[in-house]
């Protein structure tokens, strides 16, 4: 099967909480983050979610991609494999979608799974390896080491899928130093995307025994803003793109009492970005210690609100940080995607 066409597809999501997992790792609860209850997957409700999520308005739509999250798609029963991707192919064949993706675990990759998949439309496969410290795995509970992902990754290059990565940091046993050696294995590997996603402390999950009996301590939002940005800025140098940071918010995770404890924020991606603008834009002042009164800061126009900060935090910071009395934000979309510059002052 040859490569299909990159293009950034509109994503039919369906959720499979806890199927196919050989057991339930220490921050997982997926009946939270997916907002359904974990049990035989119904292909008549597969079939229903698809119907109606493509009549949702969605603008113009250049690719379809049918995809398979929340559980350990390769970890199904081989029937249970095909049957799913066999109903997705239905949609394909009638012209309603393109392609199909899956998350699975990495100690599922194997010479046989991909035989069973090779002769579907399978466009990506999303890994969720969440540490390439052993130590982490471990504590985790993940059941696969750092050797299972390295050996997934190279049997997965040999394929021509797109290879999505997922990394979990603030884990018990991790810190700062493991978090960024995890990013640097993992860059070795050229994936096409990677998903930073802070370590949550989720109603009835193992994380939240421990963290009820001191024994874990999430990190708190301002360090996971800080280790993800550090993730964020590794990756952007290596023209890896960063395609999420932190969970995606949703009315489940945000009901009280389902997230315990640790840094969810629902514009979490928005706070790194900010912190970003933040730096970059201290950076400039520094440069330019003898401006006073207003400073101008050009960006393109979507990255006005990422520059501003949520609520003017960033300019709230600046002004005061730099003694300024005023600063302004204007749209120049003739700059780089992530630039920012100062505006020349006219002469007076």
């Known amino acids: 099967m040859g490569r299909i066409k990159k293009q950034k597809p509109l994503i039919i999501p369906l959720f499979i909480p806890h199927a196919g997992c050989p057991h339930q790792c220490a921050f997982c609860n997926q009946k939270v983050i997916a907002g359904q209850k974990a049990g035989k997957i119904s292909l ?29 798609f390769l970890g199904l029963e081989p029937e249970s494999i095909r049957a799913l991707l066999d109903e997705a192919c239905r949609f394909i064949e009638k012209g309603k979608a393109e392609s199909i993706r899956f998350s699975t675990r990495p100690d599922t990759i194997s010479r046989e799974t991909l035989k069973l998949i090779s002769s579907y439309p399978i466009r990506t496969v999303e890994l969720g390896v969440q540490s390439m410290d052993d130590r982490v795995l471990e504590q985790a509970r993940r059941g696969h080491t750092a050797l299972d992902t390295k050996n997934a990754l190279l049997l997965l290059k040999e394929t021509p899928y797109d290879i999505g ?84 918010a949703s009315d489940t995770l945000e009901a009280d009492q389902n ?87 006219e002469p007076l």
């Open 44 to 72: 008549k409700a597969v079939r229903r979610q698809i119907d109606q999520f493509l009549t949702y308005p969605s603008g113009k739509r250049e690719t379809v991609q049918i995809s398979f999250y929340g559980g350990n």
């Open 165 to 248: 990565l997922q990394i979990m940091t603030g884990l018990p046993g991790d810190n700062e130093a493991s978090t960024l050696l995890t990013a640097q294995k993992l860059a070795e590997f050229s994936p096409a995307f990677v998903r930073i996603y802070p370590a949550l402390v989720l109603k009835d999950s193992l994380l939240a025994r421990w963290y009820e009996t001191g024994k874990f301590h999430p990190l708190t939002l301002d360090e996971a803003i800080h280790r993800v940005k550090t993730l964020y800025l590794f990756f952007q140098e290596r023209a890896i793109p960063v395609i999420r940071m932190g969970l995606q």
């Open 259 to 345: 997230v315990l404890a640790g840094p969810y924020h629902p514009a979490f991606g928005h706070l790194v970005l900010s912190s970003i603008y933040l730096d970059k834009a201290s950076e400039l002042l520094k440069k330019n210690p003898g401006l006073t009164g207003t400073a101008t800061f050009c960006v393109r126009l979507q990255n006005i609100s990422r520059m501003r900060g949520q609520n003017n935090r960033n300019i709230k910071i600046l002004k005061k940080r730099f003694r300024l009395d005023s600063i302004d934000v204007i749209p120049d979309d003739g700059m780089a995607a992530d630039d920012i510059r100062l505006a020349e002052r």
